[in-house]
């Protein structure tokens, strides 16, 4: 054996193992560098919605501690029909803070009927005093800013719910499926609760529901599809979803609707995936052709004929 060539060797295989590691750092660098971004980018709520999270004589806004943000009926609302001004539980009981009372409605709750598009409850009027006795726990969609979904938890409030609005750690659902834990509990004036989600966050409304039949009694799911079987539960079930909606995976949609027979659909025409929420156009939608409000209007009404039924 040439004595020089081993050695020239030797020397050479240190730098090609100092040339492999620091390649393979650089690569996971990247990877932990491409990670971060994704987890800390998200879809930013509008100013329009972020204006929808200060309180005014038809919802007040409240903020929990652990960011969850509270939507109830105002006084305009609950006093005009019942006379009593107490909805839900009072904000002193979960230290919330209230968030404002300088927005102005645009139009008059009791004065406005149901979206003109026929849904589910296309002949139901704005606000229900029955509706009252009713909380929504909703999920936001995957990397969607909290905030967005202010518009939609306020017509929901419109119609009579206590809505909570929870947060999830990088906007992803995945990291607490089990944000709605103890919210009931704060709240034991309502007698009836309902959860909801959009896309991501419907799929791990569905997930928790199925964990907790005995306590939920129905699931909204909007622009999202259960992976779980909750065929044999008692749960009602509303599914919404627009006809334009460009980011719903529809084959996925069909494999799992054997999982709730029980589901009531409605298709929005004219509607799409990122009007559920108020953070401009996700990727990859398709072109609605109706307004924002009018999509959050019907899905309101599709909300207060299940708790009707």
């Known amino acids: 054996m ?3 060539n081993e050695r020239a060797d030797k020397k050479r295989h ?3 193992k100092r040339r492999v590691i620091t390649v393979i750092v650089v690569i996971l660098a990247v990877i932990v560098a491409g990670g971060s971004v994704y987890l800390n980018t998200s879809y930013p709520a509008s100013d329009d919605a972020l204006l929808a999270l200060e309180s005014d004589d038809y919802v007040t806004v409240t903020q929990m501690e652990n960011g969850y943000y509270v939507f109830q009926p105002g006084p305009a609302l609950v006093d005009s029909n019942t006379g009593d001004g107490t909805v839900g539980a009072d904000a002193s009981s979960y230290d919330a803070t209230t968030s404002g009372a300088d927005a102005s409605p645009t139009s008059d709750p009791q004065a406005e009927t149901a979206s003109a598009t026929d849904g589910l409850a296309n002949e139901a009027s704005k606000f229900s005093p029955d509706a009252m006795q009713c909380g929504v726990i909703f999920y936001p969609g995957g990397k969607v800013d909290q905030a967005a979904y202010a518009p939609l938890m306020r017509e929901f409030a419109e119609r009579g719910f206590t809505v909570v609005l929870v947060r999830f750690p990088f906007n992803l659902a995945v990291f607490d499926i089990n944000a709605a834990d103890g919210i009931e509990a704060q709240f034991p004036q309502i007698g009836h609760w309902y959860i909801g989600g959009h896309s991501l966050g419907g799929a791990m409304a569905a997930q928790y529901a199925s964990d907790h039949s005995g306590d939920i009694e129905g699931l909204l799911l909007c622009a999202a599809y259960s992976t779980e079987d909750l065929s044999g539960t008692e749960l009602q079930v509303v599914s919404v979803y ?30 799409c995936h990122s009007y559920f929420g108020d953070y401009g156009m996700q990727d990859g939608d398709g072109t609605p052709t109706i307004t924002r409000e009018q999509q959050m209007s019907r899905t309101a009404d599709d909300l207060l004929a299940m708790a009707a039924a």
């Open 2 to 4: 040439d004595i020089s």
């Open 14 to 16: 240190p730098k090609r």
């Open 242 to 271: 627009g006809s334009c909606d460009g980011v719903l995976n529809m084959q996925s949609y069909e494999k799992d609707k054997p999982n709730i027979p029980q589901a009531e659909e409605d298709v929005i025409v004219g509607g």
